[in-house]
């Protein structure tokens, strides 16, 4: 389908993790392919959260999370 950009304001108020990962499981509703874009320290704890790693997320970096299951949860397939 079409490329849909949202801006959910969880990502740019700097919210809590569990608050900005439910927002983003709900816009990725329905979606094979999801772009996260933030910043430090939240990005990290994302990026945790999904993985179950804590890797360093250098400024400008980038982690391509392929998805398990519905509730999130997957692992790192490159970074960048």
């Known amino acids: 389908g ?5 801006i959910l304001e969880e990502l740019v ?3 809590e993790p569990p608050a900005a990962w439910a ?3 709900s816009a990725a509703r329905d979606r094979q392919h999801v ?11 994302l990026i945790q959260r ?7 997320v250098p400024t400008c970096a980038l982690h391509a999370i ?6 999130g949860s997957g692992q790192i397939v490159a970074r960048g």
């Not at 079409?2 to 949202?6: N, Q, S, V």
């Open 35 to 45: 772009v996260v874009v933030g910043h430090q320290p939240l990005m990290g704890l």
């Open 23 to 25: 927002a983003i499981l």
């Open 50 to 56: 999904m993985s179950g790693q804590s890797v360093p």
């Open 13 to 15: 108020s700097e919210e």
């Open 66 to 71: 392929e998805l398990t299951d519905d509730s």
């Open 2 to 6: 079409p490329i849909r950009m949202e």
